[in-house]
T-cell receptor, first 113, second 115 residues
Framework: SQQGEEDPQALSIQEGENATMNCSYKTSINNLQWYRQNSGRGLVHLIL?????REKHSGRLRVTLDTSKKSSSLLITASRAADTASYFCAEPLIGAGSYQLTFGKGTKLSVIP | GAGVSQSPSNKVTEKGKDVELRCDPISGHTALYWYRQRLGQGLEFLIYFQGNSAPDKSGLPSDRFSAERTGESVSTLTIQRTQQEDSAVYLC?????????????FGDGTRLSIL
């Protein structure tokens, strides 16, 4: 089944720096979504970018999508300690009438105060 | 408003026992998903419910796993004769409608440990 892969697996930066995470996927997509997961918690939806969009912004988040390379990136600007979490990209996979999300293993971001 | 609620938050049980996990979706959300997350891994799809339609069970790993949902309300995931490889966090998500462009809203999961 198609699955996004995030890169790097782990990233450690100083507070105030920018963090960039990348995602590659295997097959054609309708849209790509980014989620955040704090330790011991569920996933929180951050942003959705459609296949006909190239860039999208939400607050300090910037997502790009390159369908020719089957890749996406998530940029967090001016990072804060509270941004420490795992970040996942996910693509809807049309199953037997459902839109299950397929996830990679995530990028674990640590923002050092 | 209330988010997706899952219970219990933690469950420790002996190998061979049955367990039942519960999910209360956001009111009005017609689509409900169950995922499994092993330590340090991404999420694996298990099962999906949409209204009164037949569920998509394509992700269930074995016949020991089953799930039910009554209408658009509570869902329960049951694992029979648990094995150690069933140890994981089980996450439930709901979404407003069954379209691929709807974000999914997750509960905090049930952390299941099989001794």
């Amino acid at each position: 089944s198609q699955q996004g892969e995030e890169d790097p697996q782990a990233l450690s930066i100083q507070e105030g720096e920018n963090a960039t995470m990348n995602c590659s996927y295997k097959t054609s997509i309708n849209n790509l979504q980014w989620y955040r997961q704090n330790s011991g918690r569920g996933l929180v939806h951050l942003i959705l970018i459609r296949s006909n969009e190239r860039e999208k912004h939400s607050g300090r988040l910037r997502v790009t999508l390159d369908t020719s390379k089957k890749s996406s990136s998530l940029l967090i600007t001016a990072s804060r300690a509270a941004d420490t979490a795992s970040y996942f990209c996910a693509e809807p996979l049309i199953g037997a009438g459902s839109y299950q999300l397929t996830f990679g293993k995530g990028t674990k971001l640590s923002v050092i105060p | 408003g209330a988010g997706v609620s899952q219970s219990p938050s933690n469950k420790v049980t002996e190998k061979g026992k049955d367990v039942e996990l519960r999910c209360d979706p956001i009111s009005g959300h017609t689509a409900l998903y169950w995922y499994r997350q092993r330590l340090g891994q991404g999420l694996e799809f298990l099962i999906y419910f949409q209204g009164n339609s037949a569920p998509d069970k394509s992700g269930l790993p074995s016949d020991r796993f089953s799930a039910e949902r009554t209408g658009e309300s509570v869902s329960t995931l049951t694992i029979q004769r648990t094995q150690q490889e069933d140890s994981a966090v089980y996450l439930c998500a709901s979404s407003l409608e069954d379209y691929s462009n709807q974000p999914q809203h997750f509960g905090d999961g049930t952390r299941l440990s099989i001794l």
